[in-house]
């Protein structure tokens, strides 16, 4: 059975940085894609993606050139690196695998 589950969620001022985790456990098969998504007011946006077997990761317009994906398959982790964050990057982020969730962590983006 395949575990997921984020860590570092947080309240950050804007113009702030931030580093979620994910930590993976349970995968048998390879290769395969770790997805960030994030879910605001309206919708569940699919923001960052990477391989585990490497390549070059997927950002969506709205995180790229702020966010960065990363992975450590050494301690099966994939991470996000947020930084200049906004009010609109609030939402509870959410780590992915094929039909498998995380919980969620909360990010806030607030003065």
């Known amino acids: 059975q395949v575990q997921l589950a984020e860590s570092g969620g947080d309240l950050v001022q804007p113009g702030g940085s931030l580093r979620l985790s994910c930590a993976i456990s349970g995968v048998t098969s390879a290769p395969y894609a770790t997805n960030w998504y994030r879910q605001g007011p309206v919708e569940r946006e699919l923001i960052a993606s990477i391989?585990?077997?490497?390549?070059?990761?997927y950002y969506s317009d709205s995180v790229k050139g702020r966010f960065t994906i990363s992975k450590d398959n050494a301690k099966n982790a994939v991470y996000l690196e947020m930084s200049q964050l906004m009010p609109e990057d609030t939402a509870v982020y959410y780590c992915?695998?094929?039909?498998?969730w995380g919980q969620g962590t909360q990010v806030t983006v607030s003065s």
């Open positions: 391989f585990n077997l490497g390549g070059h990761p």
């Open positions: 992915n695998i094929g039909r498998f």
